[in-house]
Nanobody
Framework: QVQLVESGGGLVQAGGTLRLSCAASGNFFRIAVMGWYRHAPGKQRELVAEITTDKHTNYADSVKGRFTISRENAKNTVYLQMNSLKPEDTAVYYC?????????????????WGQGSQVTVSS
């Protein structure tokens, strides 16, 4: 069982900054890709950014140059630094982690999600 605990959401004015954190704990062999998604009212959930174990990153076009994803492998934690926030960034942000676990001596992978963090940007 893997648990993800998110922190760092909140209310901020346009142009402000927030930093999200997501820490994984539990029984797993290793963590692979870690990422952040967001779900705004009336829209589909979308990828914001993701980072591999060797720290290759991928960003949505809408956040390039403003958001930075990073991770601390020793702490099984992923971060999302959000700068120059815009009202259209308002959403619930979820971290997603791909983990490898042993099940009956077989290594399997699956995705697990955090509980979600509300980010609200006022104009």
């Amino acid at each position: 069982q893997v648990q993800l605990v998110e922190s760092g959401g909140g209310l901020v004015q346009a142009g402000g900054t927030l930093r999200l954190s997501c820490a994984a704990s539990g029984n797993f062999f290793r963590i692979a890709v870690m990422g952040w998604y967001r779900h705004a009212p009336g829209k589909q959930r979308e990828l914001v950014a993701e980072i591999t174990t060797d720290k290759h990153t991928n960003y949505a076009d809408s956040v390039k140059g403003r958001f930075t994803i990073s991770r601390e492998n020793a702490k099984n934690t992923v971060y999302l630094q959000m700068n120059s926030l815009k009202p259209e960034d308002t959403a619930v942000y979820y971290c997603k982690v791909k983990v490898y676990v042993f099940r009956q001596l077989t290594l399997v992978q699956y995705d697990t999600w955090g509980q979600g963090s509300q980010v609200t940007v006022s104009s």
